[in-house]
């Protein structure tokens, strides 16, 4: 089965920024470690011309792990629940 890319990850703020920005390199980050990570992400997220497709898509896939249309994987489930 052949792989469809998603039209909109070409305009995506963060296509030239590095991964480990929007995913914790390693499960012993700490929290403050991952607060400032965060925060970064998010500053990238806030101008993504894209933010709303990239939300709805991670949503979608009850994506897990990452920051994705400016949420981490905490303030999606929240969405989620309401
Ligand atoms: S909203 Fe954030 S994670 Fe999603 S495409 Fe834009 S910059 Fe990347």
Do not use: Q
Request: glycine share 6%; proline share 2%.
């Amino acid at each position: 089965m052949a792989i469809t890319p998603l039209s909109w990850t070409d305009d995506a703020a963060c296509r030239d920024s590095e991964g480990a920005l929007f995913y914790p390199a390693d499960s012993a980050e700490r929290k403050e470690e991952r607060l400032e990570r965060e925060l970064i992400a998010k500053r990238i997220c806030a101008s993504c011309a894209v933010r709303e497709d990239c939300l709805e898509a991670a949503l979608a896939r009850h994506e897990s792990y990452g920051i994705w249309g400016g949420l981490n994987e905490f303030e999606r489930r929240g969405l989620l629940r309401t």
